[in-house]
């Protein structure tokens, strides 16, 4: 079955970096699609970025664009999302998504989520 499971949120101060990582297992990670969400305290959950294992093809949400960056290691099944420059509002709770046929869908197939917090 289809396991995603990330980690590297923790708390850093405006302007830092952090780098989420997303290991998945149960389908055939190199032909998937791969995506990060986040939802922030009270909010819904929203679309941050995407990628196509294949094609290393991305696309951004606007307010992470120039900041954030999606990418994977095939070969280790693993998601990343590094994340500069970061801006208090970009506190949430990060999702990993699977598209198990590599179609860009959000799907069922979420993992835990990881906290990320950034304050001074």
């Known amino acids: 079955q289809v396991q995603l499971v990330e980690s590297g949120g923790g708390l850093v101060q405006p302007g830092g970096s952090l780098r989420l990582s997303c290991t998945a297992s149960g389908f055939t990670f190199s032909t998937s699609s791969m995506s990060w969400y986040r939802q922030p305290p009270g909010r819904e959950r929203e679309f941050v970025a995407q990628i196509t294992t294949a094609s290393a093809m991305t696309i951004a949400a606007n307010s992470v664009k120039g900041r954030f960056f999606i990418s994977t290691d095939n070969a280790k099944n693993v998601a990343y999302l590094q994340m500069n420059s970061l801006k208090t509002e970009d506190t949430a709770v990060y999702y990993c998504?699977?598209?198990?046929?590599?179609?860009?869908?959000?799907?069922?197939?979420w993992g835990q989520g990881t906290q990320v917090t950034v304050s001074s």
């Open positions: 998504n699977a598209d198990p046929k590599g179609w860009g869908r959000r799907t069922e197939y």
